[in-house]
Structure formats: C-alpha cells, structure tokens
C-alpha cells in the first residue's frame, strides 16, 4: 500500500467506526424502531450518505453494532494464552460472571441485543441479522465444547448441540432478567451451581482399578 493510500483508508475506517459508535448509543437509547438513520448520522458528526456509503441501511449497522457492543466472553477467556485448564473451565468462568452487574459499556451492548432481539419479531432483515450472530457465538461456543470432550472433561455421550442451546438460553435469560432489573443471587453461591452444574457433565471417572 502506497504512502498516498494508507491515510485514505484509515480515514474511511475512522469514519465507519464513528457511524457504528452512533448507532450503538441511538439503537441502545431509542430501540430499533425509534433510531433514525439522520439522528445516527447527526450523532456521529457526518451524512445520512455517509451511511449509506458503508452499509446496506439500518440493519446492517445494527448487526456491525451488535457484534462490536456485545463481549463474547467465552472467545476473550478462550483466547487468553495463559489459559491452561480444561476447556470446561472456561464455561464454568464464564457462567459465574452472569450475575455481575455489567460495566457501562457492557450494559449498552446488552440493551442493544435487547432491542435487536425484539425487533427481529417484525423486522425480516433484523432477524437475519440476530440470526447471524448468534450464529457465530453457537460455533465459537460448539467449539469450545469439542475441544472439552476432546482434552477428556466434557463426557463424549453429551450432545453438544444440546448443551449450546441449554447454554444460551441461562445467558439470554440472565439478560432479561438485567433487563427488568431482577434481583440476581449472590457471587459465590451461583459459582457453586455452575460449578456443579459443570461436574454433572464432566467424563465419568473410571473407577480405580479398572483398564481399558
């Protein structure tokens, strides 16, 4: 890449972030249906052609939004190069902070999937969008999986397309409860459960004595 080009597209990166930080506070404040493309484009400081120069229309910065608001925590602590436990800790780490109260960023992007959520029942493109990235957190999930039946700590008999689903529904669950602002248990017991919940799934242990 010439010295001429590398500002050029920097710029246009910029200039596509500032468009997707916009839509993440207007969708987060005013729901899909209420956030207008010259609102976003007002907030950002450009165009509505700025917009439509990047994407498709709303929908598409929805889904840009979505899957730059909401952390994958299961990707950040599988990722971390000094993870060195089974894979199945990292489900139990993960599910253990569902009861923390978000960060303000993080609390954005979950209001955001809120909105998102409710307005794929009436929006075909929204829940194309939804779809999408749920999409790509039941692989990242399915994998993470794998690799614990793999590396001996999720018994193999275990479906796993079944434990994915069983997964997302205590998460988006725990989300609308944030969402209604429903009392949460307390830290430690919760990390019991999980815990618990994980050995229940754990490889059967061979009894001493015995051989393969």
């Not at 590398?6 to 916009?22: E, G, I, K, M």
């Not at 950002?44 to 909401?70: H, N, V």
């Not at 529904?169 to 830290?187: D, S």
Request: net charge negative.
């Amino acid at each position: 890449m010439s010295a001429l080009e590398q500002p050029l597209a920097s710029n246009v990166d910029s200039t596509r972030q500032r468009l997707v930080q916009a839509a993440m506070a207007v969708f987060a404040e005013r729901g899909y249906d209420g956030a207008g493309v010259q609102e976003i484009a007002r907030r950002a400081g450009l165009t509505t052609g700025a917009i439509y120069g990047r994407f498709t229309g709303k929908a598409e910065l929805l889904r840009e939004a979505i899957e730059q608001c909401t952390s994958d925590e299961l990707d950040e602590l599988f990722n971390q190069h000094g993870f060195e436990g089974h894979a199945t800790d990292i489900i139990t780490m993960a599910g253990s902070h569902l009861v923390e109260r978000p960060d303000e960023d993080a609390a954005q992007g979950n209001a955001l999937l809120m909105e998102a959520f409710v307005a794929a029942r009436r929006d075909p493109e929204i829940l194309d969008a939804v779809r999408g990235v749920m999409q790509e957190r039941n692989d990242r999930l399915h994998e993470i999986l794998e690799t614990a039946k793999t590396d001996g700590s999720l018994d193999p008999a275990i479906d796993t397309a079944s434990l994915v689903t069983f997964c997302h529904a205590v998460g988006l669950g725990m989300l609308i409860l944030e969402t209604v602002e429903a009392t949460l248990p307390q830290a430690q017991p919760w990390e019991d459960l999980i815990t618990r919940l994980v050995t229940s799934v754990a490889s059967p242990v061979e009894p001493k004595g015995e051989s393969k």
